[in-house]
């Protein structure tokens, strides 16, 4: 069964800055497309960033520019780098993953089968 471990969330004032980190009890990192979540309070969860196994990103168009997605296949983990954080960026973050059976990328939230906690992340002055 793999786990996900997620961590770096908070509180931050917007403009500022966050590293979200998700860590995976699996050894075949490698072979897995993953991707970050966000669901604020009565919205939908919605997609944030994708990378796939093999490294390629996708963005949403509201964090394009602002966030970076990125993998370190030998520490079995995934990162979301935020900056210039604004309120509605305030919202709890799930990391996922999904073997990767395919070469399209995995954009929607029915496709992953493995998802962490969530760690909430909070822009507010």
């Known amino acids: 069964q793999v786990q996900l471990v997620e961590s770096g969330g908070g509180l931050v004032q917007p403009g500022g800055s966050l590293r979200l980190s998700c860590t995976a009890s699996t050894i075949v990192f490698d072979l897995y497309a993953m991707g970050w979540y966000r669901q604020a309070p009565g919205e939908q969860r919605e997609l944030v960033a994708i990378i796939s196994k093999d490294g390629d990103t996708n963005y949403a168009d ?3 520019g ?10 079995s ?4 780098q935020m900056n ?17 059976l395919r070469s399209n990328p995995y954009t929607r939230v029915h496709e992953y089968t493995y998802w ?10």
């Not at 997605?69 to 030998?74: E, P, T």
């Not at 983990?77 to 979301?80: A, D, E, K, Q, V």
Request: charge should be positive.
């Open 62 to 64: 509201s964090v394009k």
């Open 66 to 75: 602002r966030f970076t997605i990125s993998r370190d296949n030998a520490k």
């Open 77 to 80: 983990t995934m990162y979301l």
């Open 84 to 100: 210039s954080l604004k309120s509605e960026d305030t919202a709890v973050y799930y990391c996922a993953l999904e073997p990767a």
């Open 116 to 125: 962490g906690q969530g760690t909430q992340v909070t822009v507010s002055s």
